[in-house]
């Protein structure tokens, strides 16, 4: 047994029926984990844990009171959290496939592109990312974090195993990775997709997000993991990729994709449109109903992953053609206009001028932006963004994205620092009326591109979280310009 924690609770003859760092999940036999947290501190719920039938409590903090209760003080309380969920769980993740994506951009694009592949070469496939959790194909929950947490991961991992998953495809987030939630996760393929600036109010350099990354394809060399035929997955094209791969040189098998460098997977006659966007791929034509170039990039890592996995390629390639998209990643909202609307995820200037790169080639009308910045979040990104929206956009509806605890004011101050000089944009705080502005803006042939929320279904003001739907709004809008 490797759980300090179990240990503990074998000597004290307990029984645990559960695990849980949420008081309000507490049920008789279980252990509580007392975080302390940004905005919450669990030593506060120790009482409220044990009324509930709480049999053990760990933290990271020295015993407050005489708790009738055995107390676990651990002064590495990610790492004890991790170790307890894998043993209690039975270890699962040693039982199916995993396969970890990591990097700035396209973690989410290649998870839904490779389930796609994946679940076409016969497989039942499990996705946790971004979006939503997924078991099978069937979606079980919607995402709080990229990464789940150690304790409610490998119960999500329990309960892949006895559903039999074949594979699972995660969003590894250099947070994740940091924090020790994956740790006993025996990957058997990593992907790395890119390294752009974000996350730094976190890592503060790129070095540390780097090294964050790292950690990853690390684990695929850890003694620990005993899968075969492990494999890492690299963009060459890539800087950072390409310092991955002199460091798994001779320790794993290596597989690399790109556009430009010389790869083992390179695609080539990129031909873009508006509708999706067509390669080739060793001989073989290939379609993707997403658009840009970076999507093609997304597109090889599925293939890769697919090949990894034991599905040929021919038969990744008809996957990709089939699947009509990714929630929220340049989202064409279509309801017979005469003009584009893009619903994008775009949340830093990188990705936000990834999306104009690839309107680029089609635009004949007037390019119109709606976009904000997420509060208690990296300021650095701001006057980047704004600047970019101006420089881009014929016209720029700056308004609110996830303000949080934050005072919008602040982040609107912060971003215009970037739009001095310009004078095609308007602040509308209120994002609905931002978006019905833009709509109404629009005229034949224009593109609407609707930036920084993507997927999201809800937006959080101050303390509170209210349904909010980009594309639904969008169709709302549209809905009355047509009226």
């Known amino acids: 047994m490797i759980s300090r924690v179990l240990k503990f609770a074998a000597e004290k003859n ?56 055995p107390f676990f003080l651990s002064e590495q309380i990610d790492d004890d959290m991790a170790d307890a969920a894998y043993e209690f769980y039975g270890r699962p993740s040693d ?9 700035t951009k396209g973690k989410t694009s290649i998870s839904y592109l490779s389930e796609a592949v994946l679940a076409r070469g016969g497989k039942k496939v499990s996705v946790l990312g971004t979006i939503n959790y997924r078991i099978n194909g069937r979606v079980i929950a919607d995402a709080p974090n990229t990464t789940p947490l150690a304790l409610p991961l490998f119960k999500l991992l329990h309960q892949m195993q006895a559903e039999k998953t074949d594979a699972l495809v995660m969003e590894v987030s250099s947070h994740s990775l940091e924090q020790r939630r994956v740790k006993h996760i025996h990957f058997d393929t990593a992907v790395f997709t890119n390294l752009q600036r974000d996350h730094l109010d976190f890592h503060h350099t790129f070095e540390n997000y780097f090294a964050a990354k790292k950690k990853l394809f690390e684990e695929l060399l850890s003694p620990e993991n005993h899968k075969p035929n492990k494999t890492a ?10 310092k991955l ?36 791929l060793h001989g073989t034509h290939a379609k993707i109903n997403l658009l840009g170039k970076h999507n093609v990039y997304n597109a090889l890592a ?14 990744a390639l008809a996957a990709l053609a089939d699947l009509p998209g990714v929630p929220g990643r340049m989202e064409r909202i279509h309801e017979a206009q005469d003009f584009f609307v893009f619903v994008d995820f775009a949340y830093t200037d990188e990705s936000l001028q990834r999306a104009y790169k690839t309107i680029e080639n089609f635009k004949t009308g007037k390019v119109i932006t709606v976009f904000g910045c997420g509060g208690d979040r ?11 929206a101006c420089t881009n956009s014929d016209y720029v509806f700056l308004t609110n994205d996830n303000p949080r605890t934050e005072d919008p004011r602040q982040i609107f101050t912060d971003i215009q620092v ?18 019905f502005a833009a709509i109404a803006k629009a005229e034949k042939n224009d593109i609407v591109i609707i930036a ?24 709302e809008a549209l809905k009355e310009k047509h009226v």
């Open 14 to 69: 307990l029984t645990l029926t559960g695990l849980t760092f949420n008081s309000a999940e507490v049920r008789p036999g279980f252990c509580f984990f007392a975080l302390k947290g940004v905005h919450h501190d669990g030593n506060l719920f120790i009482a409220d844990a044990i009324e509930k039938g709480a049999v053990l409590i760990v933290s990271a903090q020295p015993a407050a009171a005489d708790y009738k209760v």
């Open 95 to 103: 039982h199916f496939p995993v396969i970890g994506i990591t990097g």
């Open 233 to 242: 997955i690299i963009n060459i094209d890539d800087a950072y990729g390409r």
């Open 245 to 280: 791969v002199e460091f798994l040189k001779g320790k794993v098998r290596v597989i690399t994709y790109g556009l430009e460098t010389d790869a083992d997977y390179q695609a080539t006659d990129i031909k873009e449109s508006l509708n999706g966007t067509e390669f080739v």
């Open 302 to 315: 599925a293939v890769c992953i697919g090949v990894a996995q034991g599905v040929d390629e021919q038969t």
């Open 378 to 388: 990296d300021r650095t990104k701001r006057p980047l963004m704004g600047r970019t």
């Open 418 to 435: 970037g739009m001095e000089g310009f004078s095609n944009y308007t602040t509308e705080p209120d994002r609905r009326k931002a978006i």
């Open 452 to 475: 920084g929320k993507g997927h999201e279904q809800t937006q959080k003001i101050g303390h509170e979280v209210f349904a909010f739907s980009d594309q639904e709004t969008v169709r």
